[in-house]
T-cell receptor, first 109, second 112 residues
Framework: ELKVEQNPLFLSMQEGKNYTIYCNYS?????LYWYRQDPGKSLESLFV?????AVKQEGRLMASLDTKARLSTLHITAAVHDLSATYFC?????????FGKGTRLHILP | DGGITQSPKYLFRKEGQNVTLSCEQN?????MYWYRQDPGQGLRLIYY???????QKGDIAEGYSVSREKKESFPLTVTSAQKNPTAFYLC???????????FGEGSRLTVL
C-alpha cells in the first residue's frame, strides 16, 4: 500500500529564513507532485517531478526528488509572508495519486 | 477558458438524503479524480477514472458512487450510507498518468 508522509506538519518561521519540507513515500513511484493550498481554497500545482535527481525551481521554492531514498524535498529560500500556506506532496503509482497530510507553513513578518 | 468546474460551491443536506456533486472539465483530459478533505487534513482519494465508462474505487469509496458516461463529466453522489459526509470535496483531472492534477474550486458539503 502506498503511504505518503510529510514532515513537519506545522512550521512557523521568520521571514528571510531558509527551511525544508520533507516528503517520504513507502513504495516505488514514477512521479511526485507538490501543491499549495491557501485557506478555504483549492489546490494549485507547484511542481511535477518525474525522474530520479529531478530538481525544479520557481522563485523562492525548489523541489527535488530522490527515488532511491523515496524522498522529495521542498526547500524555501529567504521566506516571505506570501508563502504562508499549506503545502502538499502527492505520489503517483500506477493510476492512483496519493497525498500526504500537508505542511502548514506560517511565516512571521 | 479551459478548466474544471465544480458545482455547487456550497451545499447543505439533511441526514438521510443523497446529494450529487457535479464536476465538468473542458481540458480534454482522460483521467478524473474525486478527493475528500477534512479540516486540517490531507486529501483522501474517493474514486478515479482513467477512461469513459470505467472507474475504480479509491481508499474511501464506501458511501459514495460515481459515473463516467462522458469524457468531460465525472459526478459524485454522496449517499445516505456515508456516515460522516460533511467535508470539502475536490475534483481533479489530468492528461495522462504522468500529468499534473488540475483541481476545481471544490464543493463544501454540510450535513445538518
Amino acid at each position: 500500500e502506498l503511504k505518503v508522509e510529510q514532515n513537519p506538519l506545522f512550521l512557523s518561521m521568520q521571514e528571510g529564513k531558509n527551511y525544508t519540507i520533507y516528503c517520504n513515500y513507502s513504495t516505488t513511484s514514477d512521479r511526485l507532485y507538490w501543491y499549495r493550498q491557501d485557506p478555504g481554497k483549492s489546490l494549485e500545482s507547484l511542481f511535477v517531478l518525474l525522474s530520479n535527481g529531478a530538481v525544479k525551481q520557481e522563485g523562492r521554492l525548489m523541489a527535488s526528488l530522490d527515488t532511491k531514498a523515496r524522498l522529495s524535498t521542498l526547500h524555501i529560500t529567504a521566506a516571505v509572508h506570501d508563502l504562508s500556506a499549506t503545502y502538499f506532496c502527492a505520489v503517483g503509482r500506477d493510476d492512483k495519486i496519493i497525498f500526504g497530510k500537508g505542511t502548514r507553513l506560517h511565516i512571521l513578518p | 477558458d479551459g478548466g474544471i468546474t465544480q458545482s455547487p460551491k456550497y451545499l447543505f443536506r439533511k441526514e438521510g438524503q443523497n446529494v450529487t456533486l457535479s464536476c465538468e472539465q473542458n481540458l480534454n483530459h482522460d483521467a478524473m479524480y474525486w478527493y475528500r478533505q477534512d479540516p486540517g487534513q490531507g486529501l483522501r482519494l474517493i474514486y478515479y477514472s482513467q477512461i469513459v465508462n470505467d472507474f475504480q474505487k479509491g481508499d474511501i469509496a464506501e458511501g459514495y458512487s460515481v459515473s463516467r458516461e462522458k469524457k468531460e463529466s465525472f459526478p459524485l453522489t454522496v449517499t445516505s450510507a456515508q456516515k460522516n459526509p460533511t467535508a470539502f470535496y475536490l475534483c481533479a483531472s489530468s492528461e495522462g498518468l504522468s500529468g499534473e492534477l488540475f483541481f476545481g474550486e471544490g464543493s463544501r458539503l454540510t450535513v445538518l
